[in-house]
């Protein structure tokens, strides 16, 4: 959402894992959102450019149109609100025609400058169905569909949420038991999900392929609106895809479902179990208070009847908002696409009425006080495991869009940066390890504030509570300073304008923000232009100053006593006695079947065993639409890059990426080379980074930096990067040790032409002049990264487990391991007892971290520029004084070619691997009910090819046996695979998986699966084929926005990666056939005998786990 995203784009300190708010519930965990290597660019890049061209129109033919359209325009609309602004398309005035079809009416439209688009908003005419057309002037961009729900849950049994699994689950024109995955496996979408929130129900796609895209939205819209789960015959869907009882290996009940799962792994988080009880106490009386994705205990008390009800009381034409962003020609076959189905219906205004969210009102005399258990592996009430957050609701009637940006502004005040009076005073209280809640929570039609901090002292907890309101009321007595209210305004004012910076693309994005206020029956706009109101607020800010502030703290938070203060306190047995609980009540509610009950049940499940192994015919598969081989472009996608060496006469390199659409804002990326520091003190590198954020140059104090950069900037962030080197000259994959590689500092920001001069300057006064923090900020610091690391492995074990295996095989992944993953919890736990005990000792391990890059020798940095030609172009005499002004260096030594030497760091990580990533099993042990099961281990042996084509079979498994198998089956909410084709790593990993033991089979099974399916002749053309368009999908992904289309660029440029390497890979895939699979199986049996696990579990699953049953030793790695 615009305005939720802004806040992904504040500080590292905002972590999302610490962050009390609404999120979506998705059909599908995105592999895209687990971190991969910067070194595998081949199969896991999304690229920004579908090469195929729409033909134009001539300019007399344009002209006549828009002079046609024009005169029509001003017959049939004369609201004040219509206008059509001219608009520059390659040098010509264009204006688009007005799309239209006769069962829908246009209501109103209007031109974003913003966007450079056009809004239309239509009328269904017989269902009244409302439907929001947007039209880029870039006609490039993906083409995207949505279509959304009001849901308005009565109940806990997540009934929401399992129909958006099971809707997509088969339909009527669409049989198969799963279109969606045979969506996922072979279409090129650049975004395929649906979404659970809170009051609404949402299902986007987006392709930038036309016919994909229509493709895509014919099975979304048969999906919800004759979706065969709630028909007799798909009855089997809400077992599925919901809950049921199976039959476990001793012949006993067990609980399983894909839902079940999902929601038993976010109730393990013990941030989600704060919001989620929350909103219990925050909304007593209207349907905030259910949770729509659905709680583990009351999931099972769903029927088939309740289900199918729920459906047919929300899935209805009126009761939907519909989108389309794409060119006039799109918009017009896709509203006769809506019509299709939307004209088999009435208006119901009944239906739309009774599924309207009332508000709750404020109602609370005095705040709520609530505590909760939350589980632990082991209690240490010397280390401080209490949370405790305060939320407040905000507003009980609609905040219009002047007041919802001075929110966003206030939030920004009171907790946007490290130096905000609110973050700053909590963070350096020493009563918590880390701030969580961390502010504004908006997207629904009721708004909250959240703050607390987790690693409370029980001792503690009652001060926490009095510190954040003194905290409030201090801020209201003193106010803001003109220079913190001026960086509030001016950053929200630059997230507004940056239209598109996520990785979703653009009309994904507009469309979810239009929900925003769509849902409640106000105006879709009102999300997405704010220009009026971004101009009244200045004004009102401009007149008031702080005043208008700080009468919003009074009236919204410390006169509201509508909030709830709610603590989690430990319990080191409360997962036990979870499982013990779930244990008892089906056992309990076995024994109370008589036997031919029980028969019944063990047949139903037997039943849906029979329907999961049981493979769809050949021609509903085929029946669900597709692309041709034909429809995909062979070559790939190619951004150029301007590299200047010795720029200026100087060592430094310097590297232009010209693109459209960057709105004039200049992204500068300056790397600065570390390879000098010791590989002992490489594990400290992320506490600096954390520190940097947090700490005073020689020249600015903390708060004066935080100030500058959101007076100047849209932001600055550091990042440490490894990036493996290839041959240039090499055009095959050859499986490396990733021995010849760059590690570099960056300082990435991002700014107006008229302010690259200071944003350098403020970067080079970083990176120079940067001073260690006090001994008690370290202190924080390290407490906070470590809570969140412990929240992030609960929560993202998958990533965690991937990480861990594939430092077992590869010394740059030692290495990104020692970084990011595990072995950076521990050694974040040693720094804090360093920090505590031996302070000069740690304080002089900062400063040697800081001199590997304080030098800023030009030999040893290069700078990465990104914008449009004529920005680049007035930038030139900054970005030259800002290289001349860098240390020649002359007093250190050359810098060695990387690409043909080892890294110091791959040296001393090859001798530390046997001893700190032996090749073995690993249990790590969480205090969750889910667990994450990954096996990996090298595929291909170093020097041996890697085919393109190997990406063909993989995505056959991957979307086929292993989804059906550990997903559908074994009821695990997802399963990942990937394959490095840098270094030959394969992995297969498991997410929110109640099934150890039934996962680590499936992955031994699948070699044999493999070839099975090769010898009984099953593998068919249309199979093949699928998996190859899943494949170059993967290649193309969606449309970049500016900033990641240099990123990637420069990337490509630094790795040594070519465009003959490139499109080998591409070619490889375009040519795979039955050969890949055989020689795929062939390697699986290998990998199979080499690989190992890494499995993030609750201790009572791992030790279930016979020792030397399924390759099972574990080797237990306590966190």
């Given at each position: 959402q615009v305005f939720d995203t802004m806040r992904s784009r504040r500080s590292n300190l905002k972590n999302e894992e610490e962050t009390v708010e609404m999120e979506p519930i998705m059909i599908s965990e995105s592999e895209d959102e687990m971190e991969i290597d910067a070194s595998d660019l081949e199969l896991n890049r999304i690229s920004e450019k579908y090469r195929k061209r729409v033909e134009r129109r001539s300019k007399v033919v344009r002209v006549l149109t828009a002079a046609a359209t024009f005169i029509i325009l001003l017959s049939l609309f004369s609201l004040t609100y219509n206008y059509f602004p001219d608009r520059a398309k390659d040098g010509n005035t264009f204006i688009p025609s007005v799309p239209s079809h006769p069962a829908f009416g246009i209501t109103r439209s209007k031109y974003l400058s913003t966007y450079n688009a056009t809004m239309y908003v239509f009328k269904h005419q017989k269902t009244q169905a409302e439907f929001m057309a947007f039209v880029p002037a870039d006609e490039k961009q993906d083409k995207v569909f949505g279509i959304s729900f009001r849901t308005k849950p009565t109940s806990n049994t997540g009934v929401a949420h399992i129909l958006e699994h099971s809707v997509l689950a088969g339909s009527k024109k669409y049989p198969a038991k799963d279109p969606f995955v045979i969506l996922l496996k072979g279409s090129l979408h650049t975004f395929l999900n649906a979404m659970t929130y809170n009051d609404r129900t949402v299902y986007p796609v987006a392709s930038r392929n036309k016919k994909d895209f229509f493709n895509l939205m014919s099975v979304y819209l048969d999906a919800v609106f004759a979706p065969r789960c709630i028909t007799q015959e798909g009855e089997w869907i809400l077992r599925q895809e919901g809950w049921r009882y199976d039959v476990n290996d001793d012949n006993n009940l067990e609980i399983k479902g894909v839902v079940y799962s999902e929601m038993k792994g976010v109730f393990s988080n013990p941030i989600s179990l704060i919001s989620r009880n929350v909103d219990k106490f925050l909304f007593p009386d209207n349907t905030y208070y259910f949770d729509s994705g659905g709680e583990p205990d009351a999931i099972p008390n769903l029927t088939q009847a309740e289900f199918v009800d729920f459906y047919k009381r929300h899935y209805h034409p009126t009761n939907s908002q519909s989108f389309v962003s794409g060119t006039v020609e799109d918009v017009i076959e896709a509203m006769e696409l809506l019509d299709e189905y939307m004209k088999e219906y009435e208006y119901s205004p009944e239906l739309k009425e009774n599924s309207e969210i009332r508000f709750q009102k404020k109602k609370y005399a005095h705040h709520l006080y609530q505590s909760l258990p939350y589980a632990v592996q082991k209690l240490d009430e010397s280390q401080g495991q209490h949370m405790l957050t305060i939320t407040w609701l905000l507003n009980d009637s609609h905040l219009h869009q002047m007041q919802m940006l001075a929110w966003y502004a206030l939030d920004y005040l009171l907790v946007g940066t490290s130096s905000s009076p609110l973050m700053k005073r909590l963070f350096e209280s020493g009563l918590g390890s880390s701030v969580i809640g961390n502010g504004l929570n908006a997207g629904l039609m009721q708004n909250t504030f959240a703050i607390g901090m987790k690693g409370i002292l029980a001792s503690n907890i009652t001060q926490v509570e009095d510190l954040i309101l003194q905290i409030l009321r201090d801020i209201e007595r003193d106010g803001f300073s003109d220079d913190e209210i001026t960086a509030a305004i001016n950053s929200l004012e630059f997230q507004l304008r940056e239209v598109q910076s996520g990785s979703n693309p653009a009309g994904i994005d507009i469309f979810l923000s239009t929900l925003t206020t769509w849902n409640y029956d106000r105006l879709p706009e009102e999300a997405i232009v704010f220009d009026e109101s971004l101009a009244s607020l200045q004004s009102i800010v401009g007149k008031q100053g702080s005043n208008f502030f700080t009468r919003m703290i009074k009236t919204y938070l410390l006169n509201n006593n509508h909030r709830v203060h709610m603590e989690l306190h430990p319990s080191e047995t409360l997962a036990a006695e979870m499982i013990e609980k779930e244990t008892n009540k089906v056992k309990m509610f076995q024994n109370s079947l008589k036997q031919d009950e029980l028969k019944k049940i063990k047949d139903t499940a037997q039943e849906l065993k029979d329907i999961q192994n049981k493979d769809d015919p050949i021609e509903v598969i085929e029946s669900i639409p597709s692309l041709a081989l034909t429809d995909i472009d062979r070559l790939i996608v190619e951004y150029d890059t301007n590299v200047i060496e010795n720029a200026y006469g100087t060592s430094t390199i310097l590297t232009k990426n010209i693109v459209s659409g960057s709105s004039g804002i200049v992204y500068l990326d300056v790397?600065?080379?570390?390879?000098?520091?010791?590989?002992?003190?490489?594990?400290?590198?992320?506490?600096?980074?954390?520190?940097?954020?947090?700490?005073?140059?020689?020249?600015?104090?903390?708060?004066?930096?935080?100030?500058?950069?959101?007076?100047?900037?849209?932001?600055?962030?550091?990042?440490?990067?490894?990036?493996?080197?290839?041959?240039?000259?090499?055009?095959?994959?050859?499986?490396?040790?990733?021995?010849?590689?760059?590690?570099?500092?960056?300082?990435?920001?991002?700014?107006?032409?008229?302010?690259?001069?200071?944003?350098?300057?403020?970067?080079?006064?970083?990176?120079?002049?940067?001073?260690?923090?006090?001994?008690?900020?370290?202190?924080?610091?390290?407490?906070?990264?470590?809570?969140?690391?412990?929240?992030?492995?609960?929560?993202?074990?998958?990533?965690?487990?991937?990480?861990?295996?594939?430092?077992?095989?590869?010394?740059?992944?030692?290495?990104?391991?020692?970084?990011?993953?595990?072995?950076?919890?521990?050694?974040?736990?040693?720094?804090?007892?360093?920090?505590?005990?031996?302070?000069?000792?740690?304080?002089?391990?900062?400063?040697?971290?800081?001199?590997?890059?304080?030098?800023?020798?030009?030999?040893?940095?290069?700078?990465?520029?990104?914008?449009?030609?004529?920005?680049?172009?007035?930038?030139?005499?900054?970005?030259?004084?800002?290289?001349?002004?860098?240390?020649?260096?002359?007093?250190?030594?050359?810098?060695?070619?990387?690409?043909?030497?080892?890294?110091?760091?791959?040296?001393?990580?090859?001798?530390?691997?046997?001893?700190?990533?032996?090749?073995?099993?690993?249990?790590?042990?969480?205090?969750?009910?889910?667990?994450?099961?990954?096996?990996?281990?090298?595929?291909?042996?170093?020097?041996?090819?890697?085919?393109?084509?190997?990406?063909?079979?993989?995505?056959?498994?991957?979307?086929?046996?292993?989804?059906?198998?550990?997903?559908?089956?074994?009821?695990?909410?997802?399963?990942?695979?990937?394959?490095?084709?840098?270094?030959?790593?394969?992995?297969?990993?498991?997410?929110?998986?109640?099934?150890?033991?039934?996962?680590?089979?499936?992955?031994?099974?699948?070699?044999?699966?493999?070839?099975?399916?090769?010898?009984?002749?099953?593998?068919?053309?249309?199979?093949?084929?699928?998996?190859?368009?899943?494949?170059?999908?993967?290649?193309?992904?969606?449309?970049?926005?500016?900033?990641?289309?240099?990123?990637?660029?420069?990337?490509?440029?630094?790795?040594?990666?070519?465009?003959?390497?490139?499109?080998?890979?591409?070619?490889?895939?375009?040519?795979?056939?039955?050969?890949?699979?055989e020689i795929f199986a062939k390697q699986l049996n290998k990998w199979n005998s080499n690989s190992t696990l890494a499995v993030i579990a609750p201790m009572a699953s791992i030790e279930e786990a016979p020792y030397g049953q399924n390759g099972l030793p574990f080797n237990i790695i306590q966190l």
């Open positions: 790397g600065i080379d570390i390879s000098s520091l010791g590989f002992n003190n490489v594990e400290v590198l992320p506490f600096l980074v954390a520190m940097m954020t947090e700490n005073d140059t020689a020249k600015r104090t903390r708060k004066e930096i935080n100030n500058f950069i959101g007076i100047n900037t849209g932001g600055i962030g550091i990042e440490l990067k490894l990036i493996a080197l290839q041959d240039p000259n090499q055009v095959d994959h050859i499986a490396t040790a990733n021995k010849n590689l760059r590690t570099l500092l960056f300082f990435r920001g991002k700014c107006t032409a008229q302010n690259v001069g200071k944003t350098l300057e403020l970067i080079k006064d970083m990176a120079q002049k940067s001073l260690p923090v006090t001994q008690e900020k370290a202190i924080q610091i390290l407490e906070a990264q470590i809570a969140s690391f412990e929240s992030r492995i609960t929560s993202n074990g998958h990533s965690f487990s991937v990480m861990r295996m594939h430092a077992r095989y590869n010394a740059m992944s030692f290495i990104d391991e020692k970084l990011r993953g595990i072995s950076q919890l521990q050694a974040l736990k040693k720094m804090l007892a360093r920090a505590q005990n031996s302070w000069e000792t740690f304080e002089t391990r900062i400063k040697t971290v800081i001199e590997s890059f304080s030098h800023m020798a030009s030999a040893e940095t290069i700078i990465n520029l990104t914008g449009d030609f004529d920005t680049l172009e007035s930038i030139e005499n900054n970005i030259q004084t800002f290289i001349v002004s860098l240390d020649l260096g002359s007093n250190r030594p050359p810098l060695p070619d990387f690409s043909k030497s080892d890294h110091p760091w791959i040296v001393k990580a090859g001798q530390n691997m046997a001893k700190y990533s032996p090749v073995q099993n690993e249990g790590i042990p969480v205090s969750s009910r889910v667990s994450y099961i990954g096996k990996g281990g090298r595929i291909f042996d170093e020097g041996e090819k890697i085919s393109g084509g190997s990406c063909v079979p993989l995505q056959f498994l991957r979307k086929g046996y292993l989804w059906d198998t550990v997903r559908a089956k074994n009821g695990a909410y997802g399963v990942m695979s990937s394959l490095d084709s840098t270094d030959g790593f394969l992995y297969m990993v498991s997410y929110r998986d109640p099934q150890l033991i039934k996962t680590v089979a499936a992955y031994e099974a699948a070699a044999q699966y493999l070839q099975s399916q090769i010898q009984l002749k099953a593998l068919t053309k249309n199979a093949i084929k699928l998996s190859i368009i899943g494949c170059i999908a993967d290649l193309d992904g969606s449309t970049l926005p500016p900033r990641e289309v240099g990123w990637l660029a420069f990337l490509r440029y630094m790795s040594g990666s070519s465009k003959l390497r490139r499109q080998r890979w591409r070619d490889d895939i375009l040519a795979a056939d039955e050969s890949n699979f």
